[in-house]
């Protein structure tokens, strides 16, 4: 069975960092594009990042290039979210997300169950 | 920007037909494929269709999903009140190189 975990949310102050992380388990973790995505509070869905099953190949949001990095050690079948810079509107629901084989961003088959990321004084 | 729009909200009575539609422009869902989501209260979404009208593996085919040009739509047939929840749609944005969600549509059975 696929299970996606992520771990690492919390609070942060503005200007802060927070690396979240996303633990696979049930599948080949290297043949699949992952992703984040992100749902503000009382507000829609927001993809945030993505990368290639190989983690050569990574995309953004606009509004967190150069802010965040998404990567993946496809050895401990892992990925994660550094965020430096953080802002309040950054506050958020994190999940990452699985993409099918042959699939797209943002078609995701699996979610993780979500971490919470609030920045605040 | 892109922006794919979707009506914040709709109702029906059970047993109804509702149709949810998502619009946008050329760059993204006029030419790249859409995916559609379900997100009851509380939980992760759950994907109903992918690459515009596929069925998700476990999907009633109640649901079903369409494109026409620069839009998409998610239809759903004998409304039951398990489904009731957010609805989302999603595709690539080929000029943004980015991927977009519309911004949810609230469904009400009542």
């Known amino acids: 069975e696929v299970h996606l975990g992520e771990s690492g949310g919390g609070l942060v102050q503005p200007g802060g960092s927070l690396r979240l992380s996303c633990a696979a388990s049930?599948?080949?973790?290297?043949?699949?594009?992952m992703s984040w995505v992100r749902q503000a509070p009382g507000k829609g869905l927001e993809w945030v990042a993505g990368l290639s099953g190989g983690g050569g190949t990574t995309y953004y949001t606009d509004s967190v290039k150069g802010r965040f990095t998404i990567s993946r050690n496809n050895s401990r079948n892992m990925m994660y979210l550094q965020m430096d810079s953080l802002r309040a509107e950054d506050t958020a629901v994190y999940y990452c997300?699985?993409?099918?084989?042959?699939?797209?961003?943002?078609?995701?088959?699996?979610w993780g169950q979500g971490i919470v990321v609030t920045v605040s004084t | 920007q892109s922006v794919v729009t979707q009506p914040p909200s709709l109702s029906a009575a059970p047993g109804q037909k509702v149709t949810i539609s998502c619009s946008g422009t050329?760059?993204?869902?006029?030419?790249?494929?859409v995916a559609w989501y379900q997100q009851l209260p509380g939980t992760a979404p759950k994907l109903l269709i992918s690459e515009n009208n596929k069925r998700a593996s476990g999907i009633p085919d109640r649901f079903s999903g369409s494109k026409s040009g620069t839009s998409a739509t998610l239809g759903i047939t004998g409304l039951q009140t398990g489904d009731e929840a957010d609805y989302y749609c999603g595709t690539w944005d080929s000029n943004l190189r980015a991927a977009v969600f519309g911004g949810g549509t609230k469904l009400t059975v009542l």
């Open positions: 049930g599948f080949t973790f290297n043949f699949y594009a």
């Open positions: 997300a699985r993409v099918p084989n042959a699939g797209f961003f943002p078609l995701f088959d699996s």
């Open positions: 050329s760059s993204d869902i006029g030419n790249n494929y």
